[in-house]
């Protein structure tokens, strides 16, 4: 069974694209507006029958250059790898399964994230010009990145090394006075969605500067999310990213519990027990507007968070221009201290 028909307008059959602002699905030709249920509503009526989940075949690319599974709906096409650039990529028919348990929506539109793109630009004169050229910008990308949430119970105790400082003067002396308590603290904690990135390529910095997203805005997945977006399949499995989230979760036991500590100049974690117990894991879709540039051999990476707008980026310094400020500067401050020297 194929995805198509999730993207079909039920009154013109044209290929029907998820509308982030209006969170509907829109038809280009005939102008009709979807919600997911309408659609469901329609296909019942018409006994078409669509599994959501369970496709082993779509359609997209994988980068012999950096590995990257990218999943594209019929309408995207792709020239180039949309990570490392490179142009050897052949759009065509993936196997193995791809089956997300849930879905943030974009909440931004391609021309939100080309006008940050912009404004994140602006006034950077250490730019070289060709950077924010209109065939680069048309490059950015909205890409779902997979990630892997966690839920946890933990029960456990810590124990700390806790110095309490006070000085004092007798006589012509200062004197300090050290007290060094160990300190216990117990209890239990609950983690919702800790989440870890499901892709090798997706810098952890990047995500953490364009966290958070809003997890009560999880849908549960349909294929007609990703209409004219591009998804990216996981890499890193189930097991190995838990080890992150329950590292993740044991620190925020530790750092928790050491907050309760109260009254001393220093407390040091030394010692813990912590019991995590698995309550769920999920494998979920998380909407990035992503824009890599190629400049001098090096790729610069651009990203937006597609729910919040939250942006990241970095920009190459062209080196003649800055040699060029350099020398105007230093001629400026030159010739002024010389008015300056003149005029006393
Ligand atoms: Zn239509
Ligand atoms: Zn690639």
Redesign the pocket.
């Known amino acids: 069974m194929n995805n198509v028909l999730d993207h079909k307008c039920p009154n013109c059959n044209a290929v029907l694209k998820y509308d982030p602002h209006l969170e509907k699905w829109k038809c280009e030709y005939c102008r009709g507006e979807f919600t997911l249920n309408e659609l469901d509503i329609i296909k019942k009526e018409n006994n078409i029958e669509y599994s959501k989940k369970g496709n082993s075949e779509n359609y997209g690319y994988i980068?012999?250059?950096?590995?990257?599974q990218i999943i594209a709906s019929e309408n995207t096409s792709s020239t180039?790898?949309?990570?490392?650039?490179?142009t050897a990529?052949i759009m065509d028919k993936l196997t193995g399964e791809f089956n997300p348990d849930y879905v943030i929506p974009f909440k931004t539109k391609k021309v939100d994230a080309i006008n940050a793109f912009k404004k994140f630009c602006k006034g950077k004169i250490l730019m070289p010009k060709e950077f924010n050229n209109k065939k680069n910008i048309d490059e950015i990308t909205g890409i779902y990145i997979p990630f892997w949430l966690y839920n946890f119970d933990a029960d456990g105790i810590i124990e700390a090394d806790c110095k309490r400082i006070t000085t004092f003067r007798s006589g012509n002396y200062m004197y300090t006075k050290t007290d060094t308590y160990l300190a216990t603290r117990g209890g239990s904690m609950t983690f919702n969605y800790v989440p870890v990135d499901g892709s090798k390529?997706f810098s952890n910095d990047i995500m953490n500067s364009i966290e958070p997203f809003d997890y009560s805005n999880l849908k549960e997945f349909n294929y007609s999310y990703l209409s004219g977006f591009l998804s990216e399949k996981y890499d890193v499995d189930k097991i190995t990213a838990s080890k992150d989230a329950i590292a993740r979760a044991k620190n925020s036991f530790i750092d928790e519990m050491s907050k309760d500590i109260v009254g001393f100049n220093t407390v040091v974690p030394i010692n813990n027990s912590i019991n995590l117990s698995d309550k769920g894991s999920f494998y979920v879709l998380l909407p990035v507007w992503i824009l890599n540039i190629k400049y001098k051999d090096k790729i610069y990476t651009f990203a937006m968070n597609g729910e919040t707008g939250k942006l990241i980026g970095n920009i190459p310094i062209d080196k003649k221009k800055a040699v060029i400020i350099f020398a105007l500067v230093f001629a400026l401050t030159f010739i002024f201290l010389l008015i300056i020297s003149y005029l006393r």
């Open positions: 980068c012999k250059n950096c590995g990257a180039s790898c949309v990570y490392c650039k490179n990529i390529r």
